[in-house]
Every structure is written in C-alpha cells, then in structure tokens.
C-alpha cells in the first residue's frame, strides 16, 4: 500500500547522508524540510516531493498540515518490566537518606526482585502494557526493556518471556536485554561468584538459545558487578553472541568505560561520574554514549558531561532509565527538557540523541531513527510548528499521532 504524509509544516528528517549515527558536532544537524510530503510504500520511507507536485493520485492520504513530523522516537534504556511500588524508599529519600544505603538495606533493587518474583504472570503483563503504551502515545516506536528484577533463572526468563510477548502484541518494536547481572539476589549476598556462574553457565545459555534477548548488560559499580566479574559476564556474553550494553560510572569510577570498549560494547551508560580520561576513550570510540539526566534529578547530583562529552566527539544517546528506584520518569519529552537545561544541550542535539543516536545504541539504526528513504516509515508528529516547542514545553506532551511501519498507532 502507497501513503501519502501530506504537507507537514517541517519534516525534521534527522538526516545522516546513509552514516546512521551522528557524532559530536553534527547532532546539531537535523535537516529540516519544508513544502514537503512524504510517500510511504509498504511500510518503508519511498520519496519526498515538494508538495506543489502532489496530485490527487494517492490511495491512501494523512494530513499532517500545520504539525511536525520527527523519526519515531527511540527509547533506548529502561527497566519497564518492574512490579511492585517504592514509594516508601521515596519517603525516606525525601527525608536524606541516600540510594545505595537503601539498596544495603534490601531495599533498592531487590524489593523490586521480590515483588516480581510474587507476582503472576498475567497481572505482570496487565501491568507493564500500560506503560509502553505511555511510551507510544509519546511518539516513541522502538523501546529497550531490560531484565534485571528477576535474579534467579525462573525469574529473568519470567520478564523476558513476558517482553517478548509484549514485543508480539504491541505494535512498536520492543528490544530486549538480558541483565541478569543487576545485582546480587539476598541467596547470593556473600557468594558472588556463585551468582556469577549462575548468570553464566545457566541463564545466559538458555537465553541465548530462546532467543530472548538481543543484549546483555551489567550493572558495573563498587555495589554491584566487580570489574572482574563483568569481564567474567562479558566473555561469556560474546561467546553466546549478544551484543553488550554496560551501566556504569552511576555512582563510582571503577574503571567499567575501559571494559565497555574492550569489549566494543554497542553502548556505555550512565556516565555520571565519568572521569575526564574516560570522556576521551569513549568519545573517540564507536560506542554511543548513553545520558540519563532523570536519574541525577530524581537522586539529587551531577549530571553525566554530556556537554563535554559532544565537544570532544562522541555519539551522544538519551534516555529516561525508567524505574522504580532511581529515575520514575517515564517521560522522555521531559527528559530531553532535563539534557537542554542541566546539561547544556541544543534542542536539535536533544533530538539527535532521542532518534538515530538512541537507535544506534539498540544497533536498530539502519532500520529507523531518521527520516531518509529506504527507512522504516516511523513517524512521532507533533501539534505545533515550531519543534523548539518539544523542548521548550516542559513535561507536556504535544506528539498528537504515532506512525509505526507506515501505520497510525496512536492519535489524540
Ligand atoms: O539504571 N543502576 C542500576 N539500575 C537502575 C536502578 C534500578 C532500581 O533502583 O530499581 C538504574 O539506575
Ligand atoms: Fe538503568
């Protein structure tokens, strides 16, 4: 089927000229069109034509005038499939209490791991649906959702069996990760490498061989994964094929951005308290840095050097992280809102780092991202006329239609 995207107020097509990524100074390019349409044949972007050509010859036809027509968004890190509430570690965190002293306290993380592996699998998916299709009435058409809130075998496969139906019965593209390496389970509290060899000989395997993920991560830092113990993961990772991701430089520099690229990891995120050292390596590397300004607003610190990070080159992602514990944001508007105004981003850096670059860091980038043709035909519009407005409209979302494979998902 042919569709006709009639006469937008301005494409913002994201261009890259067929490189898929775009590194330091040139996410301030997002190559806007204007007095033009875009044709759409099954599914994939075919053409753009100066509205003044358009005849009448197409069967299929979607005013956009007036509104603004970006790539569909790309959310490229979060950790959606959680159950359960924290809402009282919040209290506590408002009175001073500090995150990884909760998380000592089996708060944090495993209270997150109980409540998963309490609930069924049916109330599971009746609560995570909802969530991505947030995501969707936000204009974002490709989404990561991690493991991680499992930490047993019979409990990471759990979330993933649930993402990958999700993936089937929603119509975004859902990227699956498999980070069984979050934390230690309370089992494994003084047994490390027992947990460890657990992730490695056990559930990456079956994973593997389920095909139920695409990539895996770990949580590298002083409370969670050692740095040998991610080189342990990692190994064992690639040798099952995934593509590996890395959360690391949250809290502590314990050296996981020299592991991220020895590995050539697809990305490195977090970053908060990267040193200056690493900003160079990983700017000067393939891997997409991945910011989550949410996490330093919802915890109270610094920010990740995003601004440094794009001055000295690197391909820049962002992303919201959402969770139950360190960023219940799920609002990616509002964090590039955040990345503008705390780390000195360019509204058009911010929307660079939500397209392609965020597709990049799922290795979704030649499929979607931007708008050039021969890509999918992912589409987030928006209601106004000016894309400053995207930025610029803290918290509000003004994406007013959704376009997945050349399909209206969602319309307001
Ligand atoms: O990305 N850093 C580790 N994991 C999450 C937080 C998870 C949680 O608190 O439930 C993060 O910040
Ligand atoms: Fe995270």
Same mark, same amino acid.
């Given at each position: 089927?042919?569709?006709?995207?009639?006469?937008?107020?301005?494409?913002?097509? =994201?261009?890259?000229?067929?490189?898929?990524?775009?590194?330091?100074?040139?996410?301030?390019?997002?190559?806007?069109?204007?007095?033009? $349409?875009? =044709? =759409?044949?099954?599914?994939?972007?075919?053409?753009?034509?100066?509205?003044?050509?358009?005849?009448?010859?197409?069967?299929?036809?979607?005013?956009?005038?007036?509104?603004?027509?970006?790539?569909?968004?790309?959310?490229?890190?979060?950790? *959606?499939?959680?159950?359960?509430?924290?809402?009282?570690?919040?209290?506590?965190?408002?009175?001073?209490?500090?995150?990884?002293?909760?998380?000592?306290?089996?708060?944090?993380?495993?209270?997150?791991?109980?409540?998963?592996?309490?609930?069924?699998?049916?109330?599971?998916?009746?609560?995570?649906?909802?969530?991505?299709?947030?995501?969707?009435?936000?204009?974002?058409?490709?989404?990561?959702?991690?493991?991680?809130?499992?930490?047993?075998?019979?409990? !990471?496969?759990?979330?993933?069996?649930?993402?990958?139906?999700?993936?089937?019965?929603?119509?975004?593209?859902?990227?699956? *990760?498999?980070?069984?390496?979050? #934390?230690?389970?309370?089992?494994?509290?003084?047994?490390?490498?027992?947990?460890?060899?657990? =992730?490695?000989?056990?559930?990456?395997?079956?994973?593997? !061989?389920?095909?139920?993920?695409?990539?895996?991560?770990?949580?590298?830092?002083?409370?969670?994964?050692?740095?040998?113990? *991610?080189?342990?993961?990692?190994?064992?990772?690639?040798?099952?094929?995934?593509?590996?991701?890395?959360?690391?430089?949250?809290?502590?520099?314990?050296?996981?951005?020299?592991?991220?690229?020895?590995?050539?990891?697809? $990305?490195?995120?977090?970053?908060?308290?990267?040193?200056?050292?690493?900003?160079?390596?990983?700017?000067?590397?393939?891997?997409?840095?991945?910011?989550?300004?949410?996490?330093?607003?919802?915890?109270?610190?610094?920010?990740?050097?995003?601004?440094?990070?794009?001055?000295?080159?690197?391909?820049?992602?962002?992303?919201?992280?959402?969770?139950?514990?360190?960023?219940?944001?799920?609002?990616?508007?509002?964090?590039?809102?955040?990345?503008?105004?705390?780390?000195?981003? $360019?509204?058009?850096? *911010?929307?660079?780092?939500?397209?392609?670059?965020?597709?990049?860091?799922?290795?979704?980038?030649?499929? #979607?991202?931007?708008?050039?043709?021969?890509?999918?035909?992912?589409?987030?519009?928006?209601?106004?006329?000016?894309?400053?407005?995207?930025?610029?409209?803290?918290?509000?979302?003004?994406?007013?239609?959704?376009?997945?494979?050349?399909?209206?998902?969602?319309?307001?």
């Amino acid at each position: 089927m042919i569709t006709l995207f009639k006469n937008p107020a301005q494409i913002i097509t =994201v261009d890259t000229k067929g490189k898929n990524y775009k590194r330091g100074s040139e996410m301030n390019d997002i190559f806007p069109l204007f007095e033009h $349409s875009i =044709v =759409v044949e099954d599914g994939l972007i075919k053409d753009f034509i100066p509205n003044s050509y358009v005849s009448s010859k197409y069967e299929n036809e979607i005013d956009l005038s007036g509104r603004i027509v970006l790539p569909g968004l790309v959310e490229c890190h979060t950790h *959606t499939a959680f159950a359960g509430s924290r809402a009282e570690e919040f209290r506590l965190k408002l009175k001073g209490v500090d995150y990884e002293e909760i998380a000592k306290k089996e708060g944090g993380i495993n209270k997150t791991v109980t409540s998963v592996r309490e609930i069924s699998e049916e109330e599971f998916y009746s609560i995570v649906e909802p969530r991505i299709k947030y995501f969707i009435s936000q204009g974002i058409t490709t989404l990561e959702i991690k493991s991680g809130y499992g930490l047993n075998f019979e409990n !990471e496969i759990k979330i993933l069996r649930l993402i990958k139906k999700l993936n089937d019965n929603l119509p975004i593209d859902i990227v699956s *990760t498999f980070l069984g390496a979050h #934390t230690f389970p309370k089992e494994f509290k003084t047994n490390h490498q027992g947990y460890v060899d657990e =992730v490695i000989n056990r559930m990456l395997p079956f994973v593997a !061989e389920n095909n139920l993920a695409e990539f895996c991560d770990v949580f590298c830092e002083k409370t969670a994964f050692s740095i040998n113990e *991610t080189e342990q993961i990692f190994e064992a990772a690639a040798k099952n094929n995934f593509k590996l991701k890395l959360h690391t430089d949250q809290f502590n520099s314990i050296g996981g951005v020299g592991i991220a690229l020895k590995y050539n990891a697809t $990305s490195a995120e977090h970053l908060e308290v990267v040193n200056s050292a690493d900003v160079e390596k990983l700017a000067s590397s393939d891997t997409v840095a991945v910011a989550l300004p949410g996490v330093s607003f919802f915890l109270g610190y610094q920010f990740a050097p995003a601004r440094k990070l794009i001055d000295k080159d690197a391909i820049l992602a962002l992303s919201t992280d959402y969770n139950p514990g360190s960023s219940h944001i799920a609002n990616l508007n509002f964090i590039m809102s955040l990345a503008a105004l705390k780390m000195k981003m $360019s509204i058009e850096e *911010t929307i660079s780092a939500v397209t392609i670059n965020a597709a990049k860091a799922l290795n979704r980038n030649h499929k #979607t991202g931007s708008i050039e043709i021969g890509k999918k035909a992912d589409f987030a519009v928006f209601d106004t006329n000016d894309y400053a407005d995207i930025v610029y409209e803290v918290g509000k979302n003004l994406c007013c239609m959704t376009i997945k494979n050349g399909n209206i998902i969602h319309q307001n």
